[in-house]
C-alpha cells in the first residue's frame, strides 16, 4: 500500500469486477447500435480504457477535458472547456463517462454542452458517486459505486495531480490533504 494512503475503500478485485458488469450491461443495452464514449480527462481515463474491453458493440471515443474553477477537494459549478471534442456527436448514441459524480454541477453542464449537439441519444457512465454530496439532479444510467463523502484518489483520480496511477480507490491520510 501506498505509505500516503489511510485506507482502500476499493480494492483491484472490487473495481475489476464490477467494472466488467457495466461493460456487459452497456453492451446489452445497445444490441445493433454503436456507441460513441466520451471520457471525461484526465480522471476517467484508466475507467474508460477498462471498461470498454467489456463492450461488445462497435465503440468509438472521444475526449472532452473540463475544469471547474478552483484548486483542492471543491468543486464551484462554473466549468471552462479545456480541450473540446474532435468530432460532432450529432446522431450518435453518446455515453459519457466521468470518474466522479459529487455535486453533480460539472455533469449538468456537459449534459447541456452536449445535448445542444444533437446526439441520438445522450447517458451518464460514472465510475463513482458521492450521493450525499448532490446540489443538482443529474441522471446517473450507469453507476459503479455509491460512496460515502470522502475525497478519493487512485484509479485515475487525483489530489493535486497525484496517485492517478493506484491501481485501487483510496482515502489520504488526512495530514496529505493539508499540502
Ligand atoms: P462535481 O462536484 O461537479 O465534481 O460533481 C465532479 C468533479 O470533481 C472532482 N472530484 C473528485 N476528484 N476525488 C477526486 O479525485 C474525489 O473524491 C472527488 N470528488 C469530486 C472530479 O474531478 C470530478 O470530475
Ligand atoms: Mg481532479
Same mark, same amino acid.
Given at each position: 500500500?501506498?505509505?500516503?494512503?489511510?485506507?482502500?475503500?476499493?480494492? @483491484? @478485485?472490487?473495481?475489476? +469486477?464490477?467494472?466488467?458488469?457495466?461493460?456487459?450491461?452497456?453492451?446489452?443495452?445497445?444490441?445493433?447500435?454503436?456507441?460513441?464514449?466520451?471520457?471525461?480527462? !484526465?480522471?476517467?481515463?484508466?475507467? =474508460?480504457?477498462? =471498461?470498454?474491453?467489456?463492450?461488445?458493440?462497435?465503440?468509438?471515443?472521444?475526449?472532452?477535458?473540463?475544469?471547474?474553477?478552483?484548486?483542492?477537494?471543491?468543486?464551484?459549478?462554473?466549468?471552462?472547456?479545456?480541450?473540446?471534442? @474532435?468530432?460532432?456527436?450529432?446522431?450518435?448514441?453518446?455515453?459519457?463517462?466521468?470518474?466522479?459524480?459529487?455535486?453533480?454541477?460539472?455533469?449538468?453542464?456537459?449534459? +447541456?454542452?452536449? !445535448?445542444?449537439?444533437?446526439?441520438?441519444?445522450?447517458?451518464?457512465?460514472?465510475?463513482?458517486?458521492?450521493?450525499?454530496?448532490? !446540489?443538482?439532479?443529474?441522471?446517473?444510467?450507469?453507476?459503479?459505486?455509491?460512496?460515502?463523502?470522502?475525497?478519493?484518489?487512485?484509479?485515475?483520480?487525483?489530489?493535486? @495531480?497525484?496517485?492517478?496511477?493506484?491501481?485501487?480507490?483510496?482515502?489520504?491520510?488526512? +495530514?496529505?490533504?493539508?499540502?
Amino acid at each position: 500500500m501506498h505509505p500516503d494512503v489511510e485506507k482502500i475503500l476499493l480494492n @483491484e @478485485e472490487q473495481i475489476k +469486477e464490477r467494472v466488467a458488469q457495466l461493460g456487459r450491461q452497456i453492451s446489452q443495452d445497445y444490441q445493433g447500435e454503436s456507441i460513441l464514449m466520451v471520457g471525461i480527462l !484526465k480522471g476517467a481515463m484508466i475507467f =474508460l480504457a477498462d =471498461l470498454v474491453r467489456h463492450i461488445n458493440v462497435p465503440t468509438f471515443f472521444d475526449f472532452m477535458a473540463v475544469s471547474s474553477y478552483g484548486a483542492g477537494t471543491v468543486s464551484s459549478g462554473a466549468v471552462r472547456i479545456l480541450k473540446d471534442l @474532435e468530432k460532432s456527436i450529432h446522431g450518435r448514441h453518446v455515453i459519457i463517462v466521468e470518474d466522479i459524480v459529487d455535486t453533480g454541477l460539472t455533469l449538468q453542464y456537459l449534459v +447541456e454542452n452536449m !445535448k445542444a449537439r444533437g446526439p441520438a441519444s445522450l447517458k451518464i457512465c460514472t465510475l463513482l458517486d458521492k450521493p450525499s454530496r448532490r !446540489k443538482v439532479a443529474v441522471p446517473v444510467d450507469y453507476n459503479g459505486f455509491s460512496i460515502p463523502d470522502e475525497f478519493v484518489v487512485g484509479y485515475g483520480l487525483d489530489y493535486n @495531480e497525484r496517485y492517478r496511477n493506484l491501481p485501487y480507490i483510496a482515502v489520504l491520510k488526512p +495530514e496529505i490533504y493539508q499540502i
